[in-house]
């Protein structure tokens, strides 16, 4: 067991450290893949899920690595901090996805019933994170569209 959370515990770091050092040019490349659907209502279904209410009860790294403060869209008064917001909101999402995918690999040194608690582990794990990023980039991409809107870019 402890063998697992230490396992774990590197995944989450490492893969962690592997995106806050991807390129930005990487991240824009993979932007398409993880946009907001339109099912998604420009996030509106996660309401549904009332993660307006539970989401500031869930740790943010964020505020780890910057001493405390997270970067917030009230605190953003310009396209350009919009477009670099949404970006680490593709970044932290892209994260939490990569680090599901490492699950299966814990079958090969556990039995098949802990491989599948691993497996439940890392999707719950990183899901409410993901719907946080994507609950937060639909909110953020609102906004900007206002803003461009409000004062248009010469």
Known sequence: MVFNAVIWLFIHLAVSGITAMAPASFIR???PLLRTKSWEGRGRI????GIHRWKTMLPEARKWV???RGKTAASIR???AYSELEEQLTRSELSHWMQIFPAPLFF???????G???IMYALLFNLPFIMIQRYNRARVSRLS???LHAFPQK
Do not use: E, T
């Open 145 to 147: 569209d206002r803003l």
């Open 29 to 31: 490349f993979l932007h």
């Open 66 to 68: 910057n001493k405390g």
């Open 46 to 49: 996660y309401r549904s899920f």
């Open 108 to 114: 090969l040194f556990n039995p098949a019933w802990a």
């Open 78 to 80: 310009n396209v350009y």
């Open 116 to 118: 599948w608690i691993m």
